[in-house]
């Protein structure tokens, strides 16, 4: 059997591409296409496959400009070959999804959510703060990308959410049903080593996208002065960077070794956006850290009492709130780890390898 794996792009390493990763592993002769490949920003595991892409690789500063490519990606991942592959296994995001099996091959789709550019967050990228051009440019453009997404989605013969959020929503957007594999975490990696005392400040670990609500943080610990540090980058660097004051440190991606040393000695782990799944409180729950998590999406599936707290409202105020709480009753922190366990890499694993071995049940 030979089997193909598909991504949106490989251009740094975030919870997609471990799920990638994990796939990369448990299908080793697979070949890997994709949109855009920036060599050296992902995984060993993942660069020793052969990585084709498509023909938006050869655009002079294509690094730089990939997300802005948004109205061609359909047509772009049509381009990709996949004649002469059994299966193809996409783990998609944006247009992945839409991957065209050859006529005898089956589709598998790992899905972190159907297109959210252009289905729930379409206003949290494209809305009233976002440039007026580009608005005005994606408005046009947004039902073509809406009718393609459904018109691909019969492509696809199995639907695998990464979560119970992501399965209700792929239920109401694409009419289809899914099974749920929850995506990897390092559980025991980031457990290593356990400290029991927090030292006297907060993280936040986020791509700088507009629905991680970031400036809804730097908002709140402004008006606290407590000391935040955030790890990360991403298009809203600039803008963060400007509203922030001086009790918040911007540190860009660190090693995972960095990461889980700041995991380990934080009071508590921010997350303000509503994320499809969100693997980052997980990795910061198995280093102890507890988690302040707006009450909404993914977070539902993997914070609890145990875990850390929720604010109700996107607002400072109910942020602010909720940070004051927990600083008065902090919850135990191996409490915090053991509830990590559930989400551990060998239960992908593990989930993933059953996945199959059906599949080879149903073609035999």
């Known amino acids: 059997m030979r089997v193909a794996l598909v991504h949106d792009w490989l251009t740094g390493m975030r919870g997609g591409e471990k799920v990638l990763e994990v796939l990369a592993n448990l299908f080793p002769a697979a070949d890997i296409f994709t949109l855009v490949h920036l060599r050296g920003q992902v995984s060993p595991a993942i ?10 690789q050869k ?11 948004l109205p061609v990606m359909p047509w772009a991942i049509e381009q990709l070959d996949f004649s002469g592959y059994d299966l193809l296994i996409s783990t998609s995001h944006c247009v992945a999804k839409g991957a065209m099996p050859a006529p005898s091959a089956r589709h598998w789709c790992y899905c972190h959510t159907p297109m959210r550019y252009i289905w729930d967050q ?22 073509y990308l809406q009718g393609w997404d459904l018109k691909t989605t019969p492509r696809v013969h199995q639907f695998i959410a990464n979560s119970e959020n992501v399965r209700a929503r792929i239920r109401r957007i694409y009419k289809r049903e899914a099974k749920v594999i929850y995506p990897p975490v390092d559980v025991s990696f980031y457990s290593q080593p356990p400290l029991d005392r927090a030292e006297d400040f907060y993280l936040m670990v986020s791509a700088f996208a507009p629905y991680k609500r970031i400036d809804l943080a730097v908002k709140a610990f402004n008006r606290l002065r407590k000391p935040l540090v955030i790890i990360g980058e991403g298009q809203e660097n600039q803008r963060l960077r400007a509203m922030a004051g001086p009790n918040i440190r911007f540190l860009g991606w660190l090693q995972a070794e960095q990461l889980r040393s700041y995991y380990a000695r934080a009071r508590a782990l921010i997350f303000p956006g509503e994320e499809d799944f969100g693997i980052v409180p997980v990795e910061a729950m198995a280093a102890g850290c507890p988690v302040i998590a707006f009450r909404k999406g993914g977070a539902l599936e993997t914070v609890d009492q145990e875990g850390g707290l929720f604010f109700e409202q996107q ?25 990590a366990i559930r989400f551990s890499r060998e239960h992908c694993e593990s989930a993933f390898r059953s996945t199959f071995i059906e599949y080879q049940n149903e073609m035999s």
């Open 47 to 56: 660069e020793k496959h052969k990585i084709i892409t498509s023909p938006l």
């Open 59 to 69: 655009i002079p500063g294509i690094d730089r400009y990939y997300r802005h490519l």
């Open 122 to 143: 379409f206003d949290a990228y494209f809305g009233p703060g976002s440039p007026f051009l580009t608005r005005l440019a994606m408005t046009a453009v947004r039902p």
């Open 315 to 339: 607002t400072p105020e109910d942020l602010i709130a909720a940070i004051t709480q927990l600083d008065t009753h902090p919850p135990d922190r191996s409490d915090v780890r053991k509830h």
